[in-house]
């Protein structure tokens, strides 16, 4: 395993325990157990080897975009979703996000797909799988994710080996296709217009999510350098506990902790291009290998491209989107599967190591087995 992804995990469930303290106490033992169970998970799931993940990929996928469809039929809302159908509810623990489980679904389909097809004349199969899997998450609506989802799948068809320009003509075409319904879609969901609207004009009464935005910048200025600490005296409210858990994290911990946050995603990506590149090395090039290639970029971007985008809602450069700050927003449901991601990249490192000849020098000095 790699002690480096270890120690970012840590951290990201560390700090989001001092968020949750900050913005609600009474939920910190619950959110502390999840952490637990999600670090646990980690652990169990990532002495798996990456051929099993690839074996599975497809199932995985399938159960996922059937979990998706239900979302229409017996699908829930929030208030914080803005009453849209994102959840299924089983009733006691049995509650969660279909759409979280779904871009863990669709990095181990494209994994495995690629890893046993090529990517030479293969792009229409692997458009299909993208396409359907986002519109699904699209027409929820979770405009955020969707995004996101299709990020993956671009990433994924990189990190394969497809040629940039062949990537560059799908996203050209779909574009064109989708041109025409972007209008209506606009107009069936208009809160997105009323977000966009805020996040231009910069006019509180807008939009909420503006407030939001005004709310997380003040209680990031008040943490300072070392911040207050969860038992600093509350204001009436604080930032939401999703999109702008970043702001009750340096309201705790100051600039020191946002810094850690920033490190602690910079040493996953860090831990999936050292499996990149280690695998590179490994001669001959196994389908094993270079789906443990594949898996660890893109169980990367999952982590780290949902980050991004949260990190700038939070900072006012993307409009307020709904997306978690993986592995500190309160939530299990991205909890878990950010976990289960971090695990793929565990048992890519360990395969790819295992795989190296002698004469290769080590990893970094932070990996090991």
């Known amino acids: 395993m790699s002690v480096q992804l270890l120690i970012a995990q840590v951290l990201l469930l560390s700090l989001g325990l001092l968020g949750i303290a900050a913005v609600e106490p009474e939920n910190i033992v619950d959110h502390g157990a999840k952490a637990l169970l999600a670090l646990l998970a980690t652990l169990l799931v990532a002495r798996l080897r990456p051929r099993t993940f690839l074996k599975i990929g497809p199932a995985v996928w399938g159960v996922t975009l059937v979990l998706l469809l ?31 489980m779904a871009k863990l679904g669709l990095v181990l389909m494209l994994a495995s ?9 293969k792009l229409i199969s692997a458009t299909g799988m993208i396409v359907v899997t986002t519109a699904l998450v699209f027409f929820e609506p979770d405009l955020g994710t969707s995004v996101l989802m299709f990020g993956l799948g671009i990433i994924l068809m990189y990190a394969a080996g497809v040629r940039i320009t062949k990537i560059g003509g799908f996203m050209l075409a779909l574009g064109l296709i989708a041109l025409p319904f972007a209008g209506l879609y606009l107009q069936t969901h208009p809160y997105i217009l009323e977000r966009w609207n805020g996040y231009q004009t910069r006019e509180e009464d807008v939009s909420v999510g503006l407030d939001q935005i005004g709310m997380a910048h003040r209680d990031l ?66 389908p094993e290998i270079h789906g443990a290639s594949i ?33 500190v927003s309160y939530g299990f449901s991205s909890m878990l599967t950010m976990s289960l991601a971090l695990a793929v990249i565990h048992s890519a490192m360990r395969e790819v190591r295992r795989h190296l000849p002698e004469e290769s020098p080590d990893a970094l000095p932070l990996s090991a087995d």
């Open 113 to 121: 797909f690629f890893s046993r097809r090529g990517v030479q004349n």
């Open 295 to 327: 898996l660890a970029i893109g169980a990367m971007f999952m982590v780290v491209g949902q980050a991004f985008v949260n990190l700038c809602v939070a900072a006012g450069v993307f409009p307020v989107t709904g997306v978690p700050l993986p592995l």
């Open 70 to 100: 239900l979302v229409f039929f017996i699908g829930e809302g929030t208030q914080e979703s803005g009453g849209t159908r994102r959840w299924l509810d089983f009733g006691g623990p049995f509650r969660f996000q279909p759409s979280e």
């Open 221 to 286: 200025n008040f943490g300072g350098l070392w911040g207050l600490g969860p038992d600093a005296p509350r204001y009436e409210y604080f930032a939401e506990r999703t999109d702008m858990i970043v702001a009750s994290v340096g309201f705790t911990s100051g600039l020191l902790g946002v810094a850690m946050l920033m490190f602690a995603y910079w040493l996953i990506v860090a831990t999936a291009l050292e499996v990149a590149h280690l695998a590179s090395r490994v001669r001959p090039m196994t």
